[in-house]
């Protein structure tokens, strides 16, 4: 069975600071990893996504993710956080070959001016 | 394109109502999925479609049911509702298919449903 863990249930920096949101990965398969966003009150946004190829993926809003397969870790990275980057972030992985996605249970980023 | 639409936002059920959660997209995408989120659980997968007429269970299906008339409309009908059941529900879909690449999820505004 996939799974998907998100060792923090909240990050605080400094805006300015460089940002690191965690999310490590469980599949029998090849993994196709995601990042979504959510903004109070808001459906989930896609931000990024790696399905194979170079292992730092870039998104939106400058967001950036590194896959590491020996680790089994998509840790999604900003050099220089915003205040508006406060959301809760959530990891997913969905394994090559089944539809089922699973999803974290989310990280609290919030950018402290 | 509208996206992902869902009726009602909002929602106040006694225990042992029924009712169904409207979701529809526009973009003829073969995925579709529904989810609760709750405090501290993340995102839950309830029911899921490949396409038209297939559907499958998810993670916490029971209490729910759903079909996939067509490739727009995904409803979710909770038989007899009780009060674990309050959430936030998302719907969701994605191209799905052969190719893997497209395959990120498109998500609704969500329904909030309270069931007393």
């Known amino acids: 069975a996939q799974s998907v863990a998100q060792p923090e249930d909240q990050v605080n920096v400094a805006e300015g600071n460089p940002l690191t949101v965690k999310c490590t990965y469980s599949?029998?398969?090849?993994?196709?990893l995601f990042w979504y966003v959510q903004y109070p009150n808001r459906g989930l946004q896609f931000l990024l996504k790696y399905i194979t190829g170079d292992n730092l993926v870039k998104g939106s809003y400058g967001f950036e993710a590194e896959f590491n397969k020996s680790q089994t870790s998509f840790h999604l990275k900003k050099p220089s956080a915003l205040v508006s980057d406060s959301a809760l972030y959530f990891c997913?992985?969905?394994?090559?070959?089944?539809?089922?996605?699973?999803f974290g249970t989310g990280t609290k980023l919030q950018v402290i001016p | 394109n509208a996206g992902v639409t869902q009726t009602p936002k909002f929602q106040v059920l006694k225990t042992g109502q029924s009712m169904t959660l409207q979701c529809a997209q526009d973009?003829?995408?073969?995925?579709m999925s529904w989810y609760r989120q709750d405090p501290g659980m993340g995102l839950r997968l309830i029911h899921y479609?490949?396409?038209?007429?297939?559907?499958d269970q998810g993670e916490v299906p029971n209490g729910y049911n759903v079909s996939r008339s067509t490739t727009e409309d995904f409803p979710l009908r909770l038989l007899s509702a009780a009060p674990s059941q309050t959430s936030v529900y998302f719907c969701?879909?994605?191209?799905?298919?052969?190719?893997?690449?497209?395959?990120?999820?498109?998500f609704g505004p969500g329904t909030r449903l309270t069931v007393l």
């Open positions: 599949v029998s398969g090849n993994p196709y």
């Open positions: 997913a992985v969905r394994e090559g070959g089944y539809q089922k996605v699973t």
């Open positions: 479609s490949v396409g038209a007429g297939i559907t």
């Open positions: 973009m003829n995408h073969e995925y």
């Open positions: 969701a879909s994605s191209l799905g298919g052969a190719d893997d690449f497209y395959n990120e999820q498109f």
